[in-house]
């Protein structure tokens, strides 16, 4: 969707912001930019947009080269959201989402009934936040406007310049969260600039780590640029922790659980404390008659010949948790397993820290580039 073929920009005064950079964005992809500041990747995602003019090299939008596209109408296409989001503080929020549509000289009730649904969208209730101005918002209200302003028109295209860089780090997470659910549904192309590696890590399908002068590094799934950084450069932006990152970019597999020790809830104490022996472990899992999980059976509920007493089940995740999800429950609970749920709760098997290890020395090898 967004080509670079040897893009380079250099100044007048002859400093070369980006020297060689070729770099393909597939359709629908989130496409993560990072690298340290004055790298070069505002001044590359600006050239997407012709807001800088390249001074070599090719770029493409959808097969169109940019340089020979009206800028107006190319950026009509192509959504933007910036750090200090640039809204007009002497109009409304409404007025200010439905910016592109005004220009695009929409009737006023379709500009309007759209900013509204946007605002919506990002999770502002109009009814609360179009009429007002944007001094009266807070700074994570602000960048949601932002978002919202930059989808107005529906471009397939979205160029994101540390949108989350100046709101505090959990308003940060939550932002990006939203974000993520948004483009979830939405599917746009995203090239989304940040000098975070985790806001890269976590919001990229594909991370673009960039040293001085928009020299690529690596150009990877965040499981491969953590768990196999091409260089030591891209081994230093990571950083120590990078296997506690990898961990939380990595979905569980199911491929990965582990069989536990099962007993059906009619089942007798004797039943349980035979087939937690032969699995080597003090304890079962109990699940009803459609593999649902209904708890577990400890080692001193094993013996005697009582009935099977079945204590809830906390550690427990359901399939699209990642690594490091299945490792904090297990931490919280201080369990030696952790239950594998899909959506109806059935049991699709446990992980177990040997598990959680080896799942996540596979994960490099899995997570091909796209
Ligand atoms: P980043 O967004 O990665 O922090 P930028 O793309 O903004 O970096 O800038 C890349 C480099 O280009 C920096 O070293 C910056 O100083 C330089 N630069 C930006 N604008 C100009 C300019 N007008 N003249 C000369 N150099 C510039
Ligand atoms: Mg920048």
């Given at each position: 969707?967004?080509?670079?073929?040897?893009?380079?920009?250099?100044?007048?005064?002859?400093?070369?912001?980006?020297?060689?950079?070729?770099?393909?964005?597939?359709?629908?992809?989130?496409?993560?930019?990072?690298?340290?500041?004055?790298?070069?990747?505002?001044?590359?995602?600006?050239?997407?947009?012709?807001?800088?003019?390249?001074?070599?090299?090719?770029?493409?939008?959808?097969?169109?080269?940019?340089?020979?596209?009206?800028?107006?109408?190319?950026?009509?296409?192509?959504?933007?959201?910036?750090?200090?989001?640039?809204?007009?503080?002497?109009?409304?929020?409404?007025?200010?989402?439905?910016?592109?549509?005004?220009?695009?000289?929409?009737?006023?009730?379709?500009?309007?009934?759209?900013?509204?649904?946007?605002?919506?969208?990002?999770?502002?209730?109009?009814?609360?936040?179009?009429?007002?101005?944007?001094?009266?918002?807070?700074?994570?209200?602000?960048?949601?406007?932002?978002?919202?302003?930059?989808?107005?028109?529906?471009?397939?295209?979205?160029?994101?310049?540390?949108?989350?860089?100046?709101?505090?780090?959990?308003?940060?997470?939550?932002?990006?969260?939203?974000?993520?659910?948004?483009?979830?549904?939405?599917?746009?192309?995203?090239?989304?600039?940040?000098?975070?590696?985790?806001?890269?890590?976590?919001?990229?399908?594909?991370?673009?780590?960039?040293?001085?002068?928009?020299?690529?590094?690596?150009?990877?799934s965040p499981a491969a640029v953590l768990g196999k950084p091409a260089d030591d450069f891209v081994a230093e932006c990571v950083g120590a922790d990078r296997g506690l990152r990898r961990l939380a970019v990595t979905p569980i597999d199911v491929a990965d659980l582990e069989d536990a020790p099962l007993v059906r809830e009619d089942a007798t104490v004797a039943d349980a404390r035979r087939v937690a022996e032969e699995a080597g472990v003090s304890s079962a899992l109990v699940v009803d008659d459609a593999e649902r999980l209904v708890g577990w059976a400890p080692s001193d509920h094993l013996?005697?010949?009582?009935?099977?007493?079945?204590?809830?089940?906390?550690?427990?995740?359901?399939?699209?948790?990642?690594?490091?999800?299945?490792?904090?429950?297990?931490?919280?609970?201080?369990?030696?397993?952790?239950?594998?749920?899909?959506?109806?709760?059935?049991?699709?098997?446990?992980?177990?820290?040997?598990?959680?290890?080896?799942?996540?020395?596979?994960?490099?090898?899995?997570?091909?580039?796209?």
């Open positions: 969707m967004i080509v670079l073929e040897h893009v380079g920009k250099q100044y007048p005064d002859g400093s070369v912001a980006v020297g060689d950079l070729s770099l393909t964005i597939p359709r629908g992809a989130l496409v993560a930019l990072v690298g340290p500041s004055g790298c070069g990747k505002s001044t590359t995602l600006k050239m997407v947009n012709r807001l800088i003019e390249p001074t070599s090299g090719r770029i493409l939008v959808d097969g169109e080269d940019v340089l020979k596209a009206d800028p107006v109408e190319l950026r009509r296409g192509i959504g933007y959201v910036i750090q200090q989001v640039g809204l007009f503080p002497h109009q409304t929020i409404r007025e200010n989402v439905a910016t592109v549509p005004t220009l695009l000289r929409w009737n006023r009730s379709r500009a309007r009934a759209r900013a509204d649904e946007l605002l919506d969208l990002v999770g502002l209730d109009p009814s609360t936040y179009a009429d007002r101005y944007p001094h009266q918002l807070s700074g994570g209200q602000r960048q949601r406007v932002g978002v919202a302003r930059a989808l107005a028109a529906d471009p397939p295209v979205l160029l994101m310049d540390e949108p989350f860089g100046a709101v505090d780090p959990i308003v940060r997470e939550r932002l990006q969260d939203e974000f993520l659910r948004l483009q979830h549904d939405l599917g746009k192309t995203v090239m989304f600039v940040t000098h975070d590696i985790d806001e890269a890590v976590r919001l990229g399908d594909r991370v673009a780590v960039l040293a001085g002068g928009g020299d690529l590094r690596q150009y990877d013996e005697g010949s009582s009935d099977l007493r079945v204590r809830p089940m906390k550690a427990s995740v359901h399939r699209s948790a990642t690594l490091k999800d299945a490792w904090s429950v297990m931490l919280r609970y201080d369990a030696g397993w952790v239950a594998v749920l899909d959506d109806d709760r059935r049991l699709l098997g446990v992980l177990t820290p040997d598990s959680l290890h080896a799942a996540l020395r596979r994960s490099v090898r899995v997570t091909e580039p796209v």
